[in-house]
Structures are given as C-alpha cells and as structure tokens.
C-alpha cells in the first residue's frame, strides 16, 4: 500500500505573488537559508505590501542537483508562475552534486531536494531517524551522453574497449548509469577500460576539450558545447541505451512532508503543470520559456539541446515513482556494488502528492 500521509482537507488555498531567486527574477538575493527554514516550519507567511486582498504565500527553498536544461518541466513551472500561482515563493539553490542537496535537506537549510533518489536510498539504509522521502518522480530517463573525438555514425559500445573514458564521480548516478549499460553490453568497466573519475563533474568537458581522454560522458549543455566547438561528437545516450531509469526526484525530510502536506501537494501541483507544458509543447517553445534560465546560450541552442531530450522521451506524462522504477534504480546500485541490502519501497517513497497533482 503506497504511504499515505495527512489528509488534504487541511490545504487553505493559495494565490499568486511574485517569487524571488530564480526565473526572471534570478538578480534578486534570496534570504538565508536559516531565515527561510524558520518561518516555514513556524508555518509563518507573508502578504504583499498594499493589498489586503491577496492571499498569503509561503517561502520555499529548493536545492537542486545542478542547473541544467534536463530538468526542462520544472524551469517551465518556474518562468510560467506556476509556483508563485500555487502560492509558493521559490528560491532555487544549486547543490552541485547530490551530497551537498542531501545534506541541505537534512541540515534543513532546504526544505526539498531535487536530486537521484540514492542519497536517500542511502540515508535510509543508514538507519535515518528522519527518513528523506522522495514524493515525485522528475526525469525517466539518464541525462548524459557518450561524446567521442570523431564522428561515428556506426558507433558501438565495443568500440570504448580500451579506451581512456573521462568518466563521473564514483557512486553518483551518471557512473553507475554508464557502468551499468556497459555490463549490459557484456564489458567489464575495471578491466575493460580506463574510466577516470577523478575529475570534477563540472569540468570533464574543458579537460576533454584540453586533449584527455578518447571519450568523455557529458550533460547537456556541455554535450552540445563540444560540439559547436568541434572538439567532440555524440556518438550514443546513455538515457535511451539505460532503459527508464528514475534518474531524478524530489524528496524532503518525512517530518518536513508530515508537517507540511498542503506544501508539498502545491509545489507537487506547479511541477506537474511543468510537466504537462513540455509534454505538449514543440522543443522552440520550450527553449523560449526556459531561455532566461539559461543566459549563457541562445535560443538555437536550448532549442538542440530541449529537442535531444525530448526525442529519448526524457520526461513522463506525471510525476509518480512506480515501485518498477525504485526496483530498477536499485538493481543499478547493486551492479555498482553500492547496495549491501536494499530499501523498502514504502520507506523511502510517497505516491500520495503526485496522484493528486493529476487530478487538479
């Protein structure tokens, strides 16, 4: 039986006011963390100055795994107001790896985290008194890419035996992904290759660029990057070669969702609205809307990069965690030797939030 929470007779309704420390307004400086976490757990609001009229809205703080263009929906829910409609002024903060949201979560600097579902599958197995559970599913699909030196439009995954690989940090989704398909494709990752991860996630593509390694795994925008430099060329995707993975969710701590389910169910609300858009609209509109999101490239290329995401079929139509995917998430973490025993579904997901946002 999916784990059920509070009953959501207690959500008062919400309107919209302007969010400050992401989207369009991005300039403006969010408040501290510490400040943020103390009046949404005080359950403290705020009203806008001058008009009694409006409804109160709630400060949330969201730290994510990293900013990039395949997490498209939720980018959308911003630069669209979906959140700000749902009554929650968002300040979105950039975790730069898994690790780091998961100890924001904890620590309650944020109140969610959008990150791989294994730090808490982690946390969990640890013997959490505080479990971070993940209540919405946010990519199906892995991220990265295989980017080689050449064009090879014949490429096969033999062809990376002996090869020096620029490869992801060990124990983080995008290795074990990778390491993953590669025993799929019957090679051994320790002896097959020479797969450095020593090398910051963030700047593979530079040393790649600079002359290391035959290949490297990259995200997007780097991916695309490579390529209008001329440096490099996407040769395979790890999301289509991986199957449908739960790459991405987001989760907060069991208390913090206890506490708060209107919350929950409202940002629940503005992200599967998210979701709908990119479902439904062509990759130009999408890179239109999340272009302020990403100032440091044109529209051509949000556009490359939202159509390369939406034709591996990236993104789901809702926002549920299926036990299938939880399964499959931790069959990776068992082939990449990371899982001594493995979590209880309902320990460590929620499906309550995300049904309900398909009914709104």
Not at 267 to 282: E, W
Not at 336 to 358: I, M, P, Q
Request: hydrophobic share 35%; with cysteine.
């Amino acid at each position: 039986m999916k784990k059920k929470w509070i009953a959501f007779g207690l959500v008062s309704a919400l309107a919209c006011t302007a969010f400050a420390g992401c989207g369009k307004d991005s300039g403006q400086q969010p408040e501290s963390a510490e400040t943020l976490q103390e009046e949404t757990d005080s359950g403290e609001t705020e009203t806008p100055a001058g008009d009694s009229h409006e409804q109160e809205t709630v400060k949330v703080t969201l730290n994510e795994v990293a900013h990039s263009i395949f997490y498209a929906p939720q980018y959308v829910a911003i630069e669209e107001g979906y959140f700000e409609e749902e009554g929650i002024q968002l300040d979105l903060v950039n975790g730069y790896g898994a690790d780091k949201v998961m100890a924001a979560v904890i620590s309650g600097d944020a109140q969610i985290g959008f990150m791989g579902a294994e730090a808490s599958v982690y946390a969990y197995l640890e013997g959490a008194n505080d479990p971070v559970i993940n209540f919405a599913q946010g990519t199906q699909r892995a991220g990265n890419f295989v980017v080689a030196r050449e064009e090879m439009p014949d490429f096969e995954w033999s062809d990376l035996k002996g090869k020096n690989i620029l490869g992801g940090r060990k124990g983080g989704m995008p290795e074990m992904v990778f390491e993953y398909i590669l025993k799929q494709k019957g090679l051994d990752p320790e002896t097959d290759m020479d797969i450095n991860q020593s090398i910051d996630f963030g700047s593979t593509a530079a040393a790649f660029s600079g002359g290391q390694g035959d290949f490297t795994i990259e995200f997007e925008p780097s991916a695309t990057a490579l390529e209008q430099e001329g440096a490099g060329y996407v040769v395979a995707s790890c999301g289509v070669e991986s199957g449908y993975v739960p790459y991405t969710s987001y989760s907060a701590k069991s208390s913090y969702i206890e506490e708060h389910p209107d919350i929950i169910q409202k940002f629940t609300n503005a992200l599967q609205r998210g979701v709908d858009y990119v479902n439904s609209h062509s990759a130009e509109e999408i890179a239109q809307v999340i272009l302020p999101q990403f100032p440091e490239n044109d529209l051509e290329t949000v556009t490359t990069i939202v159509n390369r995401y939406l034709e591996q079929d990236t993104w789901k139509t809702d926002l549920i965690f299926e036990e299938e995917s939880f399964d499959l998430l931790q069959d990776i973490l068992e082939s990449a030797g990371e899982l001594e025993k493995r979590a209880d579904y309902e320990g460590v997901v929620t499906t309550e939030f995300a049904e309900a946002a398909l009914e709104n």
